[in-house]
């Protein structure tokens, strides 16, 4: 039902089926935001942007067989092929591009560019090279600062923001709620999680507090509490909007090409094989 019943789903799958389907290692296999993000420059001009994660290692793939193979043999592969890889002093590391859209170009690009299962075609929005990503360091305690760690893209800084996303917007408010119902309510204050520069905050009680607070949990007060600087960002991340702000499905909605990208990837990116 997925692929025959979601149309959207087609660039996906195909993929899923094709010669990446089933990436070596992790070391071997780029990373995408998928999702649009927002950025804001401090002129307070927005654009709307895509992360692209390309590995320096290069992509390696395996066969269905391969595959099959190590899932019987060894659960853990591709734990121990990283971990080893970073205590080896090997260093895995991705090289960051963007790709970045002007705010206004969203009304009228030919793909919903708010659209997870669409990419933004490189001829349109090419890729401009930003950094490097590196692993450079395992982690001393595997339950302290990997089964504790809360990823959370609600979680930013100012500068970046959301988009009109529909699974982003959800998964803003649900990635969190799944953080306090795994870890607790004050799972920000667990080391791994926790900013490195000290932040001021109002939040107390519940289980497992760590950080003593003393203020009144209310603002503004006359107590000396934190203030909030918001007044200091007036470009912060938002849009406005008008007519409908989400599209509607498929069959309803001629406009928005599911199987184009696809047929683009069969019969211009990968080869007979």
């Known amino acids: 039902d997925f692929w025959t019943l979601s149309p959207e789903s087609s660039h996906q799958v195909t993929w899923l089926m094709g010669d990446r389907g089933i990436p070596k290692s992790w070391r071997h296999m ?7 993000y927002m950025w804001v420059n401090a002129q ?12 320096d290692q290069g992509i390696e793939n395996l066969t269905q067989q391969e595959a099959d193979k190590l899932a019987g ?5 591709h734990t121990r092929d990283l971990f080893m890889s970073i205590k080896n002093g090997h260093f895995p590391s991705w090289t960051l591009y963007m790709q ?10 030919r793909y919903n560019p708010f659209d997870l299962t669409k990419v933004w075609p490189h001829s349109d929005y090419p890729l401009i090279k930003v950094g490097k990503l590196t692993l450079n360091r395992n982690p001393s305690d595997n339950h302290a600062q990997i089964e504790q760690a809360a990823f959370e893209p609600n979680n930013l800084v100012h500068g970046i923001g959301l988009s009109p996303d ?6 803003v408010f649900a990635y969190a709620d799944a953080h306090r119902a795994r870890l607790g309510v004050n799972y920000k204050q667990i080391p791994v999680n926790a900013p490195q520069s000290p932040v001021n905050s109002y939040s107390k009680d519940g289980a497992m507090r760590i950080n003593p607070v003393s203020d009144p949990v209310y603002a503004p007060n006359s107590k000396g509490g934190p203030v909030a600087d918001g007044e200091r960002y007036p470009t912060d ?5 008008s007519g409908d702000m989400v599209r509607a499905p498929y069959s309803l909605r001629r406009d928005d090409d599911d199987v184009g ?9 990968m080869d007979d094989a």
């Open 44 to 55: 307070g001009e927005k654009f709307w942007v895509k992360y692209h994660f390309h590995t």
């Open 30 to 36: 780029n990373g995408y935001s998928s999702h649009t």
């Open 73 to 77: 043999e060894d659960g853990d592969y």
């Open 237 to 241: 991340s938002v849009w406005s909007a």
């Open 100 to 109: 970045i859209m002007p705010f206004a170009e969203a009304d009228e690009y």
């Open 261 to 269: 990208q696809a047929n683009t990837l069969i019969n211009k990116v």
């Open 166 to 171: 529909k699974m982003l917007l959800g998964r």
